[in-house]
C-alpha cells in the first residue's frame, strides 16, 4: 500500500502558506496565473492569511484560509470559483468552488468565509 509521511504532504501545504499573497474570485475555475489574476478575476484580496498545516478530518493534512473581510470587486459576473496566488512568482497555487456563486458589480465589496483545503492520505 502507498504511503506519503507527512512531511511530504506538510511541504506542499507551507507552499501556500509562505508564498501565496492574494486571493480571487472567479468567473469559473482558473487552470493558470493569468486566467487566476486576471482573465477571469472579479475581484481580490491581499489580505490573505493561511495557518500551518495540521491533521485532516479522515486523514491527510490540511491548511486553513482564514476568513476575507476586505475583497474588492472589480468586474461584474457572477462569481463561482477562487484562485490563491503568488504574484511575487506569476503562480497559481490552488483553485476551488466557492461555497455558493455570487453576481458581483465592479466597485462592490465581497467576503469568504474561512475554508480548508487539504491533501488526503494516499489510498
Known sequence: MASLGDRVMD???ST????ANKITVTSQE???????????ALGSSTSLSIGAPA?????????TVAAI????????????HYAILDTTNSRLLAT???SASQSVTNG?????????IGIPDPA
Open 30 to 40: 482558473a487552470t493558470t496565473y493569468t486566467e487566476g489574476n486576471s482573465t477571469y
Open 69 to 80: 473581510s476586505d475583497g474588492s470587486i472589480s468586474g461584474t459576473g457572477t462569481a463561482t
Open 16 to 19: 501556500l502558506d509562505t508564498e
Open 108 to 116: 462592490n465589496s465581497f467576503t469568504l468565509a474561512s475554508f480548508k
Open 96 to 98: 476551488g468552488s466557492l
Open 55 to 63: 491533521n485532516r478530518s479522515g486523514g491527510g493534512r490540511e491548511v
Open 11 to 13: 511541504a506542499g501545504l
